[in-house]
């Protein structure tokens, strides 16, 4: 039986997983802090507040695992510090509230080409924070690095509309993957034995993941 801290709840990948946590009965209590409230969700510690960092702070309860599904864009952000507050600063702060309440396992979405080194601001933001979570030295932690994610948003991506017929067709990592099977997986692995203490799985393997599960 396990409590779990989830941020990102309203998100593409958060909402969907939000839903498969209140339906596994291995989780017994949920904490979702959010900016704004949750809608047709009972049985969730919902604390709000435009500041996300002071809505963590309002979780006080035992934790066992963590799930971090924060993301944006650059140009949904508006800017660069905005991003890296969105995509950095409050990831960590998940984390941090984590340990804090004792949590022994981090799972957190980050993205595809994730890396210091990459040219594009976007991977290189996410690489450091994948870098700043494993030095944290979590006794687990999973990164997931998804490509596209389909899924119907609240706010509309117009560049992901339009790519989104191309990565569909192309192979490997870069095809595109429903969030629904980013959730799915990231659930199972959650919940599944595991020895090693950092975990990178790729769409591919989040895709596969997913499709064992719905055997």
């Known amino acids: 039986m396990s409590q779990v801290l989830i941020t990102g709840a309203t998100g593409l990948v958060g909402d969907r997983l939000l839903r498969m946590l209140i339906q596994e009965p ?68 998940t984390a941090l509230t984590g340990q804090r309440l004792g949590a022994t396992h981090m799972l957190v979405v980050s993205a595809m080409g994730a890396s210091t080194a990459s040219p594009f601001f976007y991977n290189r933001v996410k690489g450091k924070m994948e870098e700043a979570l494993i030095a944290q030295r979590w006794p687990r932690l999973t990164i997931a690095r998804p490509s596209m994610l389909l899924g119907d948003r609240e706010k509309h991506r117009i560049n992901e509309s339009l790519l989104a017929p191309i990565f569909r067709l192309l192979p490997g990592n870069l095809k595109s993957i429903e969030a629904k099977d980013v959730a799915r997986a990231l659930l199972r692995e959650a919940l599944a034995e595991n020895a090693e203490p950092v975990t990178i799985l790729s769409s591919v393997q989040l895709r596969e993941i997913a499709a064992r599960e719905t055997d």
């Open 26 to 93: 291995r989780i017994t209590g949920i904490a979702a802090p959010t900016r704004r409230p949750l809608n047709d969700i009972s049985g969730v510690f919902n604390p709000v507040d435009p500041q996300l960092t002071d809505a963590l702070a309002q979780v006080t309860g035992p934790l066992d695992i963590v799930f971090c599904c924060l993301g944006t864009t650059r140009r949904e952000a508006g800017t660069k510090e905005a991003f890296i507050h969105a995509d950095y600063t409050l990831v960590i702060d």
